[in-house]
């Protein structure tokens, strides 16, 4: 047998595509149970909230939801080095505003009440979780809570580049 066939075969067996160029590998298709590594930068209302460029990529496990529903439907299906602007609605990304997320609580339970803000970000336990909630407002008496996510209710714009695909 020639050598650039046993080469193929064993390049076959291994998984990889053998045709055009010899050794090229196949690319793959994100698809479920994939481990996509991408770069990505996140927009909301025209001003950049999030991006992993000047850092490590994100890498996650395609179909386990591990990135907000919108982003890993929008992925299915494209290949390493592949870049796609992606528009995610609320209800596929961190999801509406609840209002019943919104909760006063009295200010004397807040250790350091003083130096409190409105926009600040507090942290705490309810039901033996840890909670995240951002203060509205602020008087003599109460603190008010927002509980839901900071990005629930925003569409989402994210610029996105494949880097790997396994």
Sequence with gaps: ?????????????????????????????IQKGSTVTIHYTLKVDRKMVDSSIDREPLTYVQGLGQIVPGLEEQLIGLNQGDKKHVTVSPDKGY???????????PRKTFKNSKSLKVGDVVTGQFNGGPVRATIQDI?????????????AGKILEFDVEVVKVK
């Design 1 to 29: 047998m020639p050598f650039p066939i046993k080469v193929c075969l064993l390049a076959l067996t291994a998984g990889l595509f053998c045709g055009g160029k010899a050794g090229a590998m196949e690319k793959f298709a």
């Design 95 to 105: 999801g509406p505003i609840y209002p019943d997320a919104f909760q006063n609580l």
């Design 139 to 151: 008087d003599r008496k109460n603190v008010s809570l927002n509980l839901n996510h900071p990005l």
